[in-house]
């Protein structure tokens, strides 16, 4: 079964501290990852992507894979309020017919206190 | 440049009726999704286009729901008649073409409740 596991949290955390929000996927030959972040009833906004194993860096976020592992991960440095809320880990369907479908999972709720 | 933008933003309508929701897409954007999340679960995947046509509808859970992409541009979700199980957020995306990596663009949704 196709799944994308998140922990829903919430996940709090001081302002200025690393935020580190985890997420495992159950299909090994998924390639493309990406992290959503979705205040409340706002629409999902792409953050980062990612195709390869490792870090990739951008500004205060670093998305990390480990596709042996089958997860990917995201840091938030220096936290701030604004930083605030849902994160959704994606990833996209290679089974799909068109190959252009996202499975999301529940996302997990952060929270920055200052 | 506008955004993906969703009508109505809510909508409570009793079980039995039709709704039907409309997307306008980012303009030049080729490629349209309709995603829902539903109380308690995942944002799930439901039909996508390609202009006018259906790329690809695997995700649309059964034959109440129905979708139209006329002309390439807007696009409208029909539920009808709609269940107590078709209550959730259903979001519009698009995107300029599919490659991987190619961002896609979410509205805010269109709120479903239904009584």
Redesign the interface.
């Known amino acids: 079964q196709k799944e994308v596991e998140q922990n829903s949290g919430p996940l709090s955390v001081p302002e200025g501290a690393i935020a580190s929000l985890n997420c495992t996927y159950s299909d090994r030959v998924s390639q493309s990852f990406f992290w959503y972040r979705q205040y409340s009833g706002k629409s999902p906004e792409l953050i980062m992507s990612i195709y390869s194993n490792g870090d990739k860096e951008d500004g205060r976020f670093t998305a990390q894979l480990n596709k042996a592992s089958q997860y990917v991960s995201l840091l938030i440095r220096d936290s701030q309020p604004s930083d605030s809320a849902t994160y959704l880990c994606a990833v996209k369907d290679v089974r799909n017919q068109a190959g252009t479908a996202l499975i999301f999972g529940k996302g997990t709720t952060l929270s920055v206190s200052s | 440049e506008a955004?993906?933008t969703q009508f109505p933003s809510h909508s409570v309508i009793e079980k039995g009726q039709t709704v039907t929701l409309r997307c306008d897409p980012i303009s030049g954007h080729d490629?349209l999704?309709w995603?829902r999340r539903v109380m308690?679960?995942?944002?799930?995947?439901l039909l996508?286009f390609v202009k006018e046509s259906k790329?690809?509808e695997?995700?649309m859970p059964n034959n109440r729901f129905l979708a139209e992409r006329t002309g390439g541009t807007y696009s409208t979700l029909k539920v009808q008649p709609a269940e107590l199980e078709d209550s959730g957020v259903y979001?519009c995306a698009s995107s300029q073409d599919?490659a991987?990596?190619n961002?896609?663009?979410?509205?805010?949704?269109s709120w479903l409740t239904v009584v």
């Open positions: 955004g993906v490629n999704y995603y308690g679960k995942e944002i799930k995947f996508h790329q690809d695997s995700g979001f599919r991987a990596g961002t896609i663009y979410f509205g805010e949704g």
